[in-house]
């Protein structure tokens, strides 16, 4: 049995490899141990995030997780023609998360959870050959999550809650792909917009059918993000009335999708659990980037995105070895949102595999140490995004890019 | 468990070990692109004000880094290609000081006034770059704005003591290594191991840009002889240009040869309509009027004396009509009959205006800075003295067919002895003339545009009407790397010239 769900799932890694936008999963090290899947799993206060319907399954009267990962990714871009090549020098990111479940009665659990499933943080060189698109970009979002989670019975349970979130963006590039000023300094804007928020929420249900196996299902809604009165800074811009870039604020609005998640999780020979789950992220809520300067003699900015809906697929393998050990390991592949011809730098996901392990280490009755590792391989892909305009006359910019990610994480857990 | 390690273990190494993304086959190690039989690592360019990045009517450092050699040797450094040096000013602005004074001015910049309208103006500022104090060498780029064929092998050409009398070249003082050197044995000193020669732009275009003020040398082999507007006779051309090439190509593994562009192709020749003046109907009889004695009486006259010949009479007639008319002008080539009017009793003021006068037509090319003075008063105190209406249009301001003649003879031969000299030396050949046609004629598309040589919006030339935009360099380098690839079987990659700056936006 064991050596059939080994080979089926890396059978399906080399079959197909797919990762989204913006979204960065890392909300828990168990649930990322196991190719972060999660939505019909039950084993630690992780499920706040992954799906709330599960708390009130829980043993413990107290649970909590908490962890950081550590993001190291790099993409490379070059075009042959040109001999153009550029390596991101991204800031190591550390997303982190904070989940509580409180077991208020048989039949009733309390949840909060603190976590950053959104972000981007891509730095180019100033400059490079792409920099009319972007030279570098900051994208952070927090979401708070209360939850409540109901047991209908000892097969069925219901949970959710509101989600509140605060984003912020900054985000910089030069205005054209030649404008400097007489010093040859490349104009270019950066804006930014901090402290912006707004509602969601989520909710799910989860079905055990027999001891072994649990199905589960999660719905998180489309929260967009609308930045007001952000500031807008101009720099290195010629003085003259034909580029009249003055500093200036800017609404824009950023989505971050409505998800649905659906999976399984199938416990065997005693020590095993086996989960897949399936995601489906409503990417087509992103149609593009526009920035609206107040001035009204600065142009805005219309950066089309048009990204379709897409899909991952997410397989997990948890073994518990001792009592003090539990091994984990998981597979995904996401496909990217990202249609042909609007592969934008700023956020250059193709189709991602995600490679995943980790364990558990049991320290006393109460608290865990949780490691996970998450190795991301996008394959070389060659894209263009051909819908910037260079004074109204079309300008693609193409060329192969490959990224990587490699993400470490740490985590605690304590339960009472 | 044993099987779970082992993935783990796995999955850690594939983490570890691929964790910088790298590409199947990178741009960036070496050996992607191939310098094939050429060696770039030692890349001399010399030339004139082309080779040194001169643009917007001044050298400055902006303009000297997008010169054509500082983008090709940005590109050969995919290939082997080494360090370029420039002689960059020390500024911006790109006036030169000599001694202190100011001779010559900064550069253009397009301003915008207050009702809208956009025209070059000079860019306000004091300059700093001291040609007495210049930079030391050796340069890679020796490139010598104003400098023609004979001069780049003329001892003194960089004696700062001859600049004032016209003897030397400012820029060339600057840098030359002492006042006796000469600009071919400084390049040459520096064992190039590939090399750009693009002379004899201004063999021809000084006499053109000042409307043919200058005479047409040829067959006066004597250089020392010439005047600055001189067209240089194509024996003392093809002379000394194989001698420089020679000096180059010593010991080169090879190098490229830029022939002349047509000057009909800048738009300083093509900006400025030949029907340039409007008027009205009543104005234009008014100044038919005024001309009817001249076109009734006097023409016949001088025809019937044998003085002129029918056909110049006809050429010299003067009709205005209501619309777009074309200017009077003084043309050298007509017969001077200002003597012979006074000795018939005109005044000599009315036999000088007559003297060589006729009025334009379709053949001539009004030069650009014509425009600030066409419809203007010769006079301010009588407004009857309309430049181009009532006084002519000074010899310096049109290029007539009959001069435009000349230029084009000296430099098809120019281009001939360059053509044949890179064939019988086997370098590389930049068919610089067809190139240029191709952006004045329907201009040339890239990623993002179309490059064409319509004065200010054109991209591809900069506020003087005569040098390239950063943007119109780029794209001659890669006309180049298109030759150079092509000669020495190499595989240099081109520019994206929708990447490289036009014109300089700026109110002072």
Known sequence: MKKVVLLAVFALATAVTYAGGYRVSLQGQKALAMGHTGVAVVNSAESVFFNPAGLVYLENKLSISAGVSGVFSTVAYQNEALGTYAETDNPVSTPLYFYASYQATDWLALGLGVYTPYGSTVEYEDDWAGSHLVNNIDLQAIFIQPSVSLKVNDKFSVGGGPIYVTGSVNFNRNLTRSLTDLEGNRSEVTI??????????????MFNPTDNLRIGANYRSEIILEAEEGDADFQNVPNSPLTPFVDTQFDASLPMPAELTVGLSYEFCEKWTFAFDYNRAFWDVYESLSI?????QVPDSENLRNYKNSSSYRFGLQYDVTEMFTLRAGYYFDETPVRDGYFAPETPRNDSSGYTAGLTVNVGKHFQIDASFLYLHFKEVDASYDYHFD??????????????AFVPGLGVSYKL | MKNTINICLG???????????????????????????????????????????????????????NSYPNILAGQFEF??????????????????????????????????GADGERAPVLLEGNPTTEITNGPTGPFNNMGIPGAKSFHLVAPGYGNAGGILSGTANPYYARIATSSNATVIADAASQSPSFFALWIGNNDILSYATSGGVGVDQTGNVDPTTYGPNDITDPNVFASVYSQEVDALAAGASGGVL????????????????????????????????????????????????GIITQEEADARMVNFSAGQNFPILTDDDLTDVTQILIAQGLPPETAALLGQLRQANNNDLIVLTASSV?????????????IGVAVPLQDQFVLTGV??????????AYNATIQGIASANDLAFVDARAALRQVAQGGVAYNGGVLTSAFATGGAFSLDGVHPTPRGYAYTANVMIDAINAQYNATIPKVEIGNYATITLANN
Do not use: H
């Open chain 1, 292 to 296: 609206d300067f107040a001035n009204p």
């Open chain 1, 391 to 404: 004074q109204g006359v079309r300008a693609p910019f193409s060329g192969t890019y490959k990224s990587s």
């Open chain 2, 79 to 112: 290939a082997g290609g080494g360090d370029f040096t420039q002689p960059l000013m020390n500024d911006n602005l790109g006036g030169l000081l000599l001694n202190g004074t100011q001779i010559a001015d900064n550069r253009l910049v397009l301003s915008v």
């Open chain 2, 11 to 65: 999955l850690l190494a594939i983490g570890f070990v691929s964790c910088e993304p790298e590409f199947e086959n990178p741009v960036n190690e070496e050996g992607f692109y191939d310098s094939g039989s050429a060696n770039f690592s030692n890349f001399v360019a010399v030339g004139n004000s082309l080779t040194a990045g001169f643009a917007d009517n001044a050298l400055y450092i902006t303009g000297q880094q």
């Open chain 2, 258 to 305: 830029i022939n002349i562009p047509d000057v009909t192709s800048i738009p300083y020749f093509t900006t400025v309509p030949a029907q340039a003046i409007p008027l009205d109907a009543a104005t234009a009889g008014a100044v038919n009027t005024q001309f009817a004695q001249y076109n009734n009486q006097v023409l016949p006259t001088l025809v019937g004396a």
């Open chain 2, 374 to 386: 066409l419809g203007t008063q010769a006079d301010p105190n009588n407004p009857l003295s309309i």
């Open chain 2, 403 to 412: 001069e435009q003649s000349r230029v084009s003879t000296a430099s098809a």
């Open chain 1, 192 to 205: 930014d917009a901090s402290g912006v928020t707004n509602w969601g929420w989520t909710a799910g249900f």
